[in-house]
């Protein structure tokens, strides 16, 4: 117990610097930590859900039908008698899912993809970038309709439809990269002593292209959580019996002519708040990587 | 090379793109599902009524001939000068139906609200954006780009929403759907918008009710739309206005806004062109969401009520219309783009 | 009708404030051509742009005058700025292959310069006063109708002057008007900006780190240092009696065609870093006649008579002391 006491206190001592060092960073750097603190609190309050919400958020009849926000009901109820909050605290978990696996999916496929296509170069990469273009141009909402509708709702399935919409833009910035490392002359110096091709690629390579990859990662996530929200709104998301924002979000529609704004307004905000997070941490990274002008 | 070489060379190599688009949504949506037919009943019908939907709409056919009857029907001239459309087959609820007629009536709607969103989206971004860049560092450049990244984070439907309840339901200034009001009947339909239809038939009634329809629509769409636009031009304006003819002009006298506009700007706009045809991939995305929000009869709002019907040759006509669509306004950039820079052509 | 007096012009950076024009003082009458000679970074070019207040940010005038015929523009309205320049004073940029609007057609910059400054112009005037001064730069009348990148970078540097002379300015100030062009071009160039100040009897300060260009053209010569105007004489008294350490070494590394057996002379060291420049005078780490007492105080501008003034103890015998 007490060697794992210290192995956790050894990370954050390394962490806690390395957060502060933002700070110094200016904006940008505030940028990523305000995104990184937006995220963390939604996971955690994703996570200790369970343990925290008053109610059971599928359970309806818990109050009175459609009531607005009360001190027993902080955030109001639906037209089903769930309790919004606890609704609220449980409903971040399908689109944090949608986006990690999209996100997983991206990286495993398109990162690999795009280092062989640059590195190995030629004829293969030429192909491979026609047929990336291809799928980059289209409007990635109308391929993830296409995929959703043909494989039917679900975490995995929205993710995959995701994915596909994504993949073109990890496999580009990464291909770009690696083409203008390959020409450096440290990656010849290595070839000529006669270093094999793999681990030139990740020993040399692939670490430089880090910076890009995380920065369009964050962007992914960002694009994940409104794509699954869109999904849901037609109708493709997943069922009805898992708590989602997306899903209260649609639905809240119903109660608006009536003037019940409290079924729409909690979850919009939420999904909101964490796609800005995600947005906040790319655009902060992206800037300090990537110095922008100075006077 | 000149105008006319590159023309040709661009227009030969859409075609492998076509192709490609085409395989593609043939292998999504006949291939993956497995049996479409099937899915579209859901497992509730009689084999025999699914031997017979699948015999009417050619499934029953081996896939090659499948694959090679879909590209035909697409690219089939003839077909498409007879009736107006290319052939997409038929739809799968109604099967006397053609994909292709039915995709065609809802399409000018998408496009007069892509047309006006795009606009929008331009104008409020790059005038936020030279402001932002004229500014630099300051509190309202600050905001400005706060402005632009926000947009992008707010879901469209959201915001659809949001503004429907303000000015249609509140304020009850705007109709919150439909193209023109049910009591008004459309104009005549030469280019299928509404609003230039209704100028051309020159009644002045007949389009105010069409723009009334078409703010709020266009305008979420534009807001959306907008923040790309904002950080383009500032970033592309910050560079332009540091180069030497600009600080140039300046030491000729001119006044800043000819300084700004006729000099910066003009230099800086050329990227803005080209990412106006790259965003209207993303707007025929997002018309999706907004055409759902706003009940607005087209392209995207097909797709939806199709994905409900299951209507699966419907959604990949409609699908194809799309990629289509896209290719062909990326072809048109470029060739614009090559218009406008001769630098390029090289 | 150009008089400046103790121009002080700084750079407030991040990483510190540059000194980059340190009291410079000098006067200009009509017809008179000044040449600013310095290595890069010793601030001409910043002079040259206080004279229209262009300096960039962050640069700021913070001490001086700058008369313009009688009137100080240093603290002038930007409004009024404005109208001087173009119209008063004219300034020729460096690259000409970057001074000109891309997408404008060459008559277009001319028009707009003419209307800009008087309004009422009719469209026609304007173009006829466009092929004038086309024509005394020796461009043909048709290619108005060209963009820029269809001339060349002399061409372009011809246009360039044309746009600063149309208004017939008082002052034109030439920004290392051959720098970016090959020898032969330079020439012509050179005698075009002779030839248009003797017939618009114009004031030229013309900038350059060629102490040759500028022996040969101009009526006197500011030499700059870190900023600093170290030696300030007329162009024949310079050469034939330059006094301070720095103009010497340029006089002497300006190669002689003449001599075969020379060997190419260069001043040793390298310019300050003018964020931390050396204390007492700037020179001394790289002057071969600096004493102990250059280090510690900076020298006073002395005057050595006939007109000719130098910023260093050497000149102590031989004059007094001017600040």
Known sequence: ?295 | ?346 | MLEVNSLTVDYLTRGGTIRAVDNVSFSLEKGETLGLAGESGSGKSTLGLSMIRLIPPPGRIVKGEIRIDEVNIVDLPESKMRVLRGRKVAYIFQDPMTSLNPVKKIGAHFVELIRTHEPDTKKEDALERTKKVLGLLGILPERMNDYPHQFSGGMRQRIMIGLGITLNPNLVIADEPTTALDVIVQAKILDLLENLRRVYGMALILISHDLSIILERCDRIIVLYAGNMVEYASSAELHKNPIHPYTQGLLRSIPNIELSDQRLSAIPGSPPNMLNPPKGCRFSPRCRHAEEKCSLMEPSLIDVGNNHFVKCFAADNEGAAVE
């Open chain 1, 1 to 295: 117990m007490k060697e794992e006491n210290e192995t956790r206190q050894s990370i954050l001592a390394r962490l806690i610097p390395g957060f502060v060092s933002l700070t110094k960073h200016g904006p940008s750097g505030w940028m990523v930590i305000i995104g990184l603190a937006i995220v963390v609190v939604i996971v955690v309050m994703t996570a200790i859900a369970p343990w925290v919400a008053p109610h059971d958020p599928i359970k309806s009849n818990v109050g009175p039908l459609a009531s607005p926000p009360s001190w027993q009901f902080p955030m109001g109820t639906t037209a089903l008698g769930q309790d919004m909050l606890s609704r609220i605290l449980f409903g971040g978990s399908t689109m944090l899912q949608v986006s990690a696996i999209s996100v997983l999916i991206c990286f495993v496929i398109g990162v690999p993809l795009g280092l062989f296509s640059a590195y190995v170069g030629g004829n293969l990469d030429k192909t491979f970038s026609l047929i990336i273009d291809a799928v980059y141009a289209f409007p990635g909402l109308v391929i993830a309709i296409a995929i959703a509708a043909v494989l039917g709702p679900g975490v995995v399935n929205m993710a995959l439809s995701i994915a596909v919409v994504y993949i073109p833009s990890y496999f580009r910035i990464i291909r770009s990269q690696v083409l203008s490392i390959k020409e450096l002359t440290y990656v010849e110096a290595a070839k000529s002593i006669g270093a094999k091709w793999h681990s030139i690629l990740f020993k040399y390579i692939f670490p430089n292209v880090v910076p890009s990859i995380v920065t369009v990662a964050t962007v992914n996530f960002a694009d994940a959580v409104l794509t699954a929200a869109g999904l849901t709104f037609i109708g493709l998301g997943v069922s009805v019996s898992i708590p989602d924002w997306g899903y209260d979000l649609t639905k809240g529609r119903e109660l608006l002519s009536n003037g019940g704004w409290w079924v729409i307004t909690f979850p919009g905000v939420m999904i909101i708040l964490l796609a800005l997070g995600f947005t906040f941490i790319g655009e902060g990274l992206s800037e300090l990587l990537n110095p922008k002008l100075q006077r």
């Open chain 2, 1 to 346: 090379m000149g105008l006319r070489t590159y023309i040709i060379t661009r227009i030969i190599l859409t075609i492998p793109t076509l192709l490609l688009l085409l395989t593609a949504v043939f292998l999504i949506m006949r291939v993956l599902p497995g049996d479409p037919v099937a899915l579209h009943f859901e497992k509730k019908a009689t084999p025999e009524t699914m031997e017979a939907l699948r015999h009417i709409l050619g499934l029953d056919k081996p896939l090659w001939q499948q694959y090679l009857d879909y590209v035909w029907g697409v690219i089939d001239i003839g077909y498409l000068i007879q009736h107006g459309y290319p052939n997409l087959g038929k739809s799968m609820q109604v099967t006397t139906e053609d994909v292709g007629g039915q995709i065609f009536s809802a399409f000018p709607a998408t496009l007069e609200l892509a047309i006006y969103a795009i606009i929008i989206a331009v104008v409020i971004g790059v005038l936020l954006g030279v402001a932002s860049s004229k500014k630099y560092n300051s509190v309202p450049d600050h905001i400005i780009r706060e402005f632009g990244i926000i947009t992008y984070a707010v879901p469209i439907f959201f915001l659809g929403i949001i503004l429907q309840l303000i000015f249609g339901v509140y304020l009850r200034w705007l109709p919150t759907g439909l193209r023109i009001a049910p009591t008004v009947e459309p104009p005549v339909s030469i280019t299928g918008l509404y609003t230039i239809d209704s100028l051309i038939e020159g009644n002045l009634y007949k389009f105010i009710e069409s723009v009334k329809a078409l703010l709020l629509p266009s305008f979420t769409l534009g807001i959306i739309l907008s923040g790309v636009f904002v950080r383009l031009t500032r970033t592309n304006m910050l560079e332009t206005l540091r180069l030497e003819f600009v600080t140039a002009a300046r030491a000729r006298g001119l006044k800043e806004s000819t300084v700004t506009y006729r000099y910066a700007l003009r230099n800086a706009f050329l990227p803005v062109l080209t990412m106006m045809g790259l965003q209207f991939a993303l707007l025929l995305g997002g018309a999706v969401l907004t055409e759902t929000t706003f009940s607005w009869p087209g392209l995207g709002r097909y797709i939806v009520t199709r994905i409900n019907f299951r209507d699966y040759t419907a959604i990949q006509g409609a699908v194809v219309m799309f990629g289509l669509f896209v290719t062909l306004v990326s072809l048109v950039v470029d060739i614009l783009y090559a218009y406008l820079d001769p630098r390029i052509r090289l």
